[in-house]
């Protein structure tokens, strides 16, 4: 049973930083996408950031670049979220989601194969 577990959200300040972390298991992620998607109250899922799990390379919603750094640990099937600079509009659930595909194909929220429970973040200001 393939399971993405998050952790690491919390209330932090405009202007400050938190890192989300991912742990997944239940199988083995090689030739996946890993990545992280938000939704607010009130608004649809958004893409924020995909890796691949064995290239390593990133892609980003231009929403959070230079902003949010997604990366992965494959010794420890553990993908993070470091954001930094984070603003009241940051404000969200984020889901850690898996996709058998290229880290483009990510975007779509329909198409995901597996998601975490999700881990909130509040940034107040």
């Known amino acids: 049973q393939v399971r993405l577990d998050e952790s690491g959200g919390g209330l932090v300040q405009a202007g400050g930083s938190l890192r989300l972390s991912c742990a997944a298991s239940?199988?083995?992620?090689?030739?996946?996408?890993m990545g992280w998607f938000r939704q607010a109250p009130g608004k649809e899922r958004e893409f924020i950031a995909a890796?691949?799990?064995?290239?390593?390379?990133?892609y980003y919603s231009d929403s959070v670049k230079g902003r949010f750094t997604i990366s992965r640990r494959n010794a420890l099937n553990t993908v993070y979220l470091q954001m930094n600079s984070l603003k009241p509009e940051d404000t969200a659930l984020y889901y850690c989601?898996?996709?058998?595909?290229?880290?483009?194909?990510?975007?779509?929220?329909?198409?995901?194969?597996?998601w975490g429970q999700g881990t909130q973040v509040t940034v107040s200001s």
């Open positions: 989601a898996a996709k058998r595909a290229a880290i483009q194909a990510m975007g779509v929220p329909s198409s995901v194969d597996y």
């Open positions: 239940g199988r083995t992620f090689s030739g996946y996408a």
């Open positions: 890796i691949g799990w064995s290239s390593g390379s990133t």
